[in-house]
């Protein structure tokens, strides 16, 4: 399986980095080997000093697909969870300015702790899911899918016009302002509205 994300989906977000909003999806891609699940912790890694947190919400695919229209992308899923993009800033930082690919500084082993999934159709409005980050009890990041810039239908969309979208694909749909550091001994704990899907200490 594969792991789509979508970066500067927030518009809030893109300005807090400095980065423009962009007129299309900007897109990349973690392995599957990033992924933690079930609780387990997170180990910090030696390569960086700057790892950042990004809660995300997740879209789990259902079912295979390729060019998948808009109107029809909301029949490829059926759960959403959410997650956190573990992004090592100080590597992110330096690819960009040289226009290197990001996959070191998104890519690595546990940079996509991902929590429980919830069927979609507990929501009455998927354009309006609050979500939030605790870390040590204090909330550090919320958001609601209604900011994002491209919505999940708008994603799968695009992305399936490039890559086939295979059953168990996650994709995260972009982080809201607030992005910041971890350090070892935090402990995060990811909600979807007042349900807490999601814990993951770093060590
Ligand atoms: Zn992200």
């Not at 990041?141 to 295979?166: C, E, H, P, R, V």
Request: neutral net charge; aromatic residues 10%; proline residues 5%.
């Amino acid at each position: 399986m594969k792991i789509i994300c979508i970066g500067r989906n927030y518009a809030e977000h893109a300005k807090e980095l400095n980065n423009p909003i962009p007129d299309e999806p900007v897109i990349f891609i973690k392995p599957d080997s990033a992924i933690i699940q079930k609780d387990n912790p997170f180990y910090y890694p030696d390569f960086s000093k700057d790892i950042h947190h990004e809660v995300e919400i997740i879209v789990k695919i259902s079912r295979v697909g390729k060019n998948i229209s808009k109107q029809f992308a909301h029949k490829y899923y059926q759960e959403i969870g959410i997650g956190i993009d573990f992004t090592a800033r100080d590597i992110q930082t330096k690819c960009k300015t040289k226009g290197l690919p990001w996959e070191l500084a998104k890519g690595f082993d546990g940079s996509a702790p991902i929590g429980r999934f919830i069927n979609k159709n507990t929501f009455t409005d998927l354009k309006d899911i609050n979500f939030h980050l605790d870390i040590n009890n204090t909330t550090v990041q919320s958001g609601n899918t209604g900011m994002m810039l491209n919505s999940i239908d708008d994603i799968i969309a695009f992305a399936s016009s490039y890559f086939t979208l295979k059953k168990g694909d996650l994709i995260f749909t972009g982080t809201p302002k607030g992005v910041g550091p971890v350090k070892i001994g935090d402990v995060l704990k990811a909600y979807i509205e007042d349900q807490q899907l999601l814990k993951v200490e770093v060590k």
